[in-house]
Nanobody, 121 residues
Framework: VQLQASGGGLVQAGGSLRLSCAAS????????MGWFRQAPGKEREFVAG????????ASADSVKGRFAISRGNAKNTVYLQINSLKLEDTAVYYC???????????????WGQGTQVTVSS
């Protein structure tokens, strides 16, 4: 499975972004997908995840109410809608694919290259 993340950029605090992750490969739409982020000097942390069907999602407490994960109709694209951005949301955002929905990065066997999100004051 190959993953291509896009949609990052520079945005003012309070603004919004939509990140996309396109998965390719014969069975890409059968995988759970997750978004993680890593800020400079910090460990990679779970942001949100969605199971293969799109019927089950999970998100980190720090982003609940502001971030929303969804899958496209073809199931091979996953979106992360980010609203009310805060300075502390600045990080490289990675999408990942795994066999089950999980908050642990160890569950995900495939990773995209990351997209930078920078929030300015």
């Amino acid at each position: 499975v190959q993953l291509q993340a896009s949609g990052g950029g520079l945005v003012q605090a309070g603004g919004s972004l939509r990140l996309s992750c396109a998965a390719s490969g014969r069975t890409a739409n059968n995988y759970a997908m997750g978004w993680f982020r890593q800020a400079p000097g910090k460990e990679r942390e779970f942001v949100a995840g969605i199971n293969w069907s799109g019927r089950s999602t999970a998100s980190a407490d720090s982003v609940k109410g502001r971030f929303a994960i969804s899958r496209g109709n073809a199931k091979n694209t996953v979106y992360l809608q980010i609203n009310s951005l805060k300075l502390e949301d600045t990080a490289v955002y990675y999408c990942a694919a795994g066999l089950s929905l999980s908050k642990s990065p160890a569950t995900y066997g495939y990773w995209g290259q990351g997209t930078q999100v920078t929030v300015s004051s």
